[in-house]
């Protein structure tokens, strides 16, 4: 089930997931978590979430208007290629489109590209580290 939360509800499973445990739950704070139109989205088995993403809104130089970037998506290992994150994505592009949303953008990590190609997502930049995260490129999604 699919439900909106809390920016603090995301927070355990970005430090297990994107941080691999190594900081504090205040170190997994984002710019943006709380924005007037920030909206944090939690996928969850019975009571236990297992996927969380984040979207807030910011444009893209070169791409106009009404953008969002999504932040923060993690899944739990063992939840990871059931369609879960699809599940998430899809319902979160629904949502932005009746918030007039044009596009959707993330800096994404090198282990998730494939995802985000099949989700319609295109690379828009060369690849570029974070340090002590990886890899990265930057994806964009026409929503409207």
């Not at 939690?42 to 009571?47: A, L, N, P, R, V």
């Not at 985000?116 to 295109?122: D, M, P, Q, V």
Request: with cysteine; charged share 25%.
């Amino acid at each position: 089930m699919i439900k909106f939360i809390s920016a603090a509800e995301t927070l355990p499973l970005r430090k297990e997931v994107l941080r691999a445990n190594k900081l504090d739950l205040r170190d997994c704070v984002f710019d943006g978590d709380h924005d007037e139109n920030a909206f944090h989205l939690g996928y969850f088995e019975k009571d236990l979430l297992v996927s969380v993403a984040t979207f807030h809104s910011q444009n893209l130089s070169n791409y106009g208007y009404e953008g969002y970037q999504l932040r923060g998506m993690a899944t739990r290992e063992a939840y990871r290629e059931k369609g879960i994150g699809n599940k998430l994505l899809n319902f979160a592009i629904v949502y932005l489109r009746g918030k007039n949303a044009k596009y959707l953008w993330c800096n994404a990590r090198q282990i998730a590209f494939k995802f985000y190609l099949s989700l319609g997502f295109e690379f828009i930049s060369e690849e570029f580290e974070i340090p002590e995260i990886g890899i990265h490129r930057k994806m964009y999604l026409k929503i409207r």
